[in-house]
């Protein structure tokens, strides 16, 4: 189902306030012991009235990432899950968060460089041009090639999404957008068609990362009003003068990675509640390359790549159609009864479902005539 159009833009908010700098005061507040605006300002090289500006803007989100008590900043349950988000994207681009010294120019602008281009407009059309992206080439989580999408088809959905808003916008605004892109190697062109690179895949499905936290139940005010009052508890218990007590806040850092989630599942955070790590059985159609039995042995050689408690029949439809593009009609998807802990999922025995063994074309289409049904049934 397309997000929203709305949360799209809220998700973009958030992903363009998050520039080097801002993400870095944001790693500080989450990673460190609460911290004074005078402690990040030296931590990262900036006047203090900046950060002070930093810290508000990440206060102020839709979603706010870090809060303030008495006298310091701590990170938000979001702020910390936020971190573990940027730390897998920027894992898989090569580079450790860890390592980064914000003092160092050539750092900043290696971080500046896997974040560009989200972060360089205040306006939400490159958010919705990357929507237009990820929705038109068929990816879901970093699963699957891309197919190409046309610039005719991104201006549409754009200028739909603007319109929603009340708001306008031209194809060669768009057209602008498609180029910056370009020159940040999130897409590549092939005549007047464009593709998402491995670096627009990672930027499109972490913007949707952002949205699924924004659908999340809204219990952030409780969080929030918690940590406040352990903030107080402790500026009471001790004089101004000493230092904040050590408190552990454990890094999400490459544990959150969207290439592991299959169709709409929500990334598990540090803060997961046993209920979501409980193991569950699920049917899952896993796709093998031959006739060999589907078995945690040989799950190197196989793939869960059809969720059905998870996935949509939209998300259906486009991952059986990359499946054919990729793997021909030779490769077989089999129904196993397959058990999910978290992110994990492993195969256990084959599942009586409607067809025993299929391949990606005739699930597909049987995908596709129960869209279709479903359509006729609501309408």
Not at 183 to 201: M, P, R, S, V, Y
Not at 211 to 237: C, F, G, K, Y
Request: overall charge negative; aromatic content about 4%; glycine content about 6%.
């Amino acid at each position: 189902m397309d997000p929203p159009t709305d949360l799209l833009a809220q998700a973009g908010e958030i992903l363009q306030t998050l520039t080097p700098r801002t993400l870095a005061t944001l790693l500080i507040v989450v990673d460190e012991d609460p911290q004074t605006q005078g402690d990040i300002a030296e931590m990262i090289g900036s006047a203090r009235s900046t950060v002070s500006k930093y810290l508000l803007s990440l206060e102020e989100l839709p979603l706010p990432l870090v809060m303030k008590g008495r006298q310091r900043y701590t990170g938000t349950d979001t702020g910390r899950t936020m971190i573990g988000l940027f730390d897998g994207m920027f894992d898989r681009f090569g580079v450790d968060l860890a390592t980064i010294d914000w003092q160092t120019d050539t750092d900043v602008e290696q971080v500046a460089d896997c974040l560009t281009p989200l972060c360089d407009s205040r306006t939400a059309t490159p958010i919705f041009t990357l929507e237009a992206l990820r929705d038109r080439s068929g990816i879901v989580d970093l699963l699957g090639t891309p197919r190409s999408v046309s610039v005719k088809v991104i201006v549409n959905n754009v200028s739909q999404r603007h319109s929603e808003r009340g708001e306008s916008t031209t194809t060669e605004q768009v057209r602008t957008i498609l180029r910056r892109f370009d020159n940040a190697d999130a897409i590549e062109f092939n005549g007047d068609n464009c593709t998402l690179t491995e670096k627009g895949q990672e930027h499109a499905c972490l913007l949707h990362r952002i949205v699924d936290l924004l659908e999340e139940p809204d219990d952030r005010d409780t969080h929030i009003e918690n940590a406040q009052s352990d903030d107080a508890a402790r500026t009471d218990s001790q004089p101004s003068s000493a230092p904040a007590a050590t408190t552990v806040t454990d890094r999400v850092a490459n544990q959150i990675d969207p290439r592991q989630f299959t169709g709409g599942s929500k990334p598990h955070t540090a803060a997961s509640t046993d209920a979501e790590k409980t193991p569950v059985l699920i049917p899952a159609y896993w796709l093998v390359s031959d006739t060999e039995e589907v078995t945690e042995q040989t799950e190197t050689q196989s793939t869960a790549v059809l969720p059905l408690n998870s996935m949509t029949p939209k998300e259906l439809v486009e991952r059986a159609s990359h499946l054919l593009e990729e793997h021909g009609t030779d490769a077989e998807l089999i129904p196993y009864w397959t058990l999910q802990m978290g992110d994990e999922l492993h195969p256990l025995e084959g599942a009586e479902l409607s067809l025993d063994t299929v391949s990606p074309w005739s699930l597909l289409s049987g995908v596709s005539r129960q869209a279709d049904q479903r359509e006729d049934g609501q309408s």
